[in-house]
């Protein structure tokens, strides 16, 4: 079973409107992370946020928030007011306490349209 | 602070040839990870080092081995290349297990 599951291929929205990009996960840790990248079309992996499975409020910053709802096991990232330089792809990732390591979903390709 | 560096960018090889993708970090990191990204699959591990001259094998670790000397640089050696390799290659760094890693730049790698 695939531990990071992102259900939307592609997504697209208008600027300055809010999006959110789907992500359910799967452990029975515990303690575990969850972490957000983007990956613009020039490549590389730009962290964005992260929220601890013990944290009491979901993680913001500045524009991204993380939509965390730990019984239904789902770590939403949510854009507001998006703008054109948020086109990317995006990658929701997992560690775990007993790992050292992340485990990625397939990825989320926002398109932001004037 | 430079971060992760990865070296080269860009590679073309043949079949059967070896080379190493080099990979070093100057924040003092003692995770490291490889991981190789190709379309619709995300982002699989190939490797990982806990620290120096400790690895272990990830997801896909076939064709691939690493190595880690020191703390600072984290290599990986293709053995014999083969077309199903040719992908985009990460090397990230992260501080402990409550930080997020931080991705080197790529190397984007083709075998003929």
């Known amino acids: 079973a695939q531990k990071i599951t992102q259900t939307q291929p592609g997504m697209f929205v208008q600027e300055k409107e809010a999006v959110t990009l789907d992500c359910t996960y799967d452990?029975?840790?515990?303690?575990?992370?969850l972490f957000w990248y983007k990956q613009p079309s020039s490549g590389e992996m730009i962290f964005l946020i992260y929220?601890?499975?013990?944290?009491?409020q979901n993680a913001t910053e500045g524009r991204y928030s993380l939509n965390f709802q730990k019984a239904r096991k789902s770590a939403n990232l949510v854009i507001s007011a998006s703008q054109l330089g948020d086109s990317a792809m995006y990658f929701c990732?997992?560690?775990?306490?007993?790992?050292?390591?992340?485990?990625f979903g397939k990825g989320t390709m926002l398109l932001v349209s004037p | 602070n430079a971060g992760v560096t990865q070296t080269p960018k860009f590679q073309v090889l043949k079949t059967g040839q070896s080379m190493t993708l080099q990979c070093a970090q100057d924040?003092?990191?003692?995770?490291m990870s490889w991981y190789r990204q190709d379309p619709g699959m995300g982002l699989r591990l190939i490797h990982y080092?806990?620290?120096?001259?400790?690895?272990d094998q990830g997801e896909v670790p076939n064709g691939y081995n690493v190595s880690r000397s020191t703390t600072e640089d984290f290599p990986l050696r293709l053995l014999s290349a083969a077309p199903s390799q040719t992908s985009v290659y990460f090397c990230?760094?992260?501080?402990?297990?409550?930080?997020?890693?931080?991705f080197g730049s790529g190397t984007r790698l083709t075998v003929v």
């Open positions: 452990t029975s840790d515990p303690s575990y992370g």
């Open positions: 924040m003092n990191h003692e995770y």
């Open positions: 929220q601890g499975s013990y944290d009491q």
């Open positions: 080092s806990v620290g120096a001259g400790i690895t």
């Open positions: 990732a997992m560690r775990e306490s007993g790992y050292s390591t992340l485990t």
């Open positions: 990230a760094s992260s501080r402990d297990r409550e930080s997020g890693y931080t």
